[in-house]
């Protein structure tokens, strides 16, 4: 199991440049979360998809902020364009199914460190 | 919507002494809750969880309570390490189509050796 895998790890750009983040989820999984982490706001959950399919995007910030998943093993989180304010720590979180009733963990990725100047 | 509060924001321990974090909920569905470590500059990680249908989980330095009635859950940490430092979020769930986890603020635990 190689677990969630994001890339890129860091990104530096300028403000009005587009930003695309991306994930890879583990395998089976049927749920992934694209979240965003500051000192300020904590853990903010942007949008998830069940089965590609986007379900709640109400968290997600601005028209700026979009989210692609073309595939079970693919989904990007594109900002178009990045402003500084949207310098945080982005992660990607996946997770199986509820199995018999019960609710299964989140598995997060290593995140993506973005810094708009 | 479930509201999840999380106290201590920060929690300073010397080492081997116990931590405990508290967490609320609103919405008496749910039903999952799970907890989790986020070491400086790294992912968040499942360290522990607990269904409702069990007042108490442990797993050797860590256990959980959960009091439905009241709607809380603590996380205890028993004979603190330094590598226990860390931030600590509790998260609720629903069962079903609301599954997914409300996190609460987090709770940064400085163990001093």
């Known amino acids: 199991d190689a677990g969630v895998i994001q890339s890129p790890r860091h990104e530096v750009t300028e403000m009005g440049q587009e930003v695309t983040l991306r994930c890879k989820p583990i395998s089976g999984h049927d749920y992934l979360f694209w979240y965003r982490q500051t000192m300020m706001r904590g853990l903010e959950l942007l949008i998830y998809?069940?089965?590609?399919?986007?379900?709640?995007d109400s968290g997600m910030p601005e028209d700026r902020f979009s989210a692609k998943m073309p595939n079970a093993s693919f989904s990007t989180l594109k900002i178009q364009p990045s402003e500084p304010r949207d310098s945080a720590v982005y992660f990607c979180a996946s997770s199986r199914l509820p199995r018999g009733g019960g609710n299964q963990p989140q598995h997060f990725g290593d995140g993506t460190r973005l810094s708009i100047l | 919507g479930e509201n999840v509060e999380q106290h201590p924001s920060t929690l300073s321990v010397q080492e081997g002494d116990s931590a405990v974090i508290k967490c609320t909920y609103s919405?008496?569905?749910?039903?999952?809750f799970p907890w989790y470590k986020q070491e400086l500059g790294k992912r968040p990680q499942l360290i522990i969880d607990i269904r409702s249908n069990v007042g108490e989980k442990k797993d050797q330095r860590i256990a959980v309570t959960l009091n439905k009635t009241a709607k809380h859950f603590s996380l205890h940490i028993t004979e603190t390490q330094p590598e226990d430092s860390a931030v600590y979020f509790c998260?609720?769930?629903?069962?079903?189509?609301?599954?997914?986890?409300?996190f609460g603020r987090g709770t940064s635990l400085i163990v001093h050796p």
């Open positions: 998809f069940n089965n590609n399919v986007p379900i709640d």
């Open positions: 998260a609720a769930s629903k069962p079903g189509g609301s599954y997914i986890p409300t």
């Open positions: 919405d008496s569905a749910s039903n999952y």
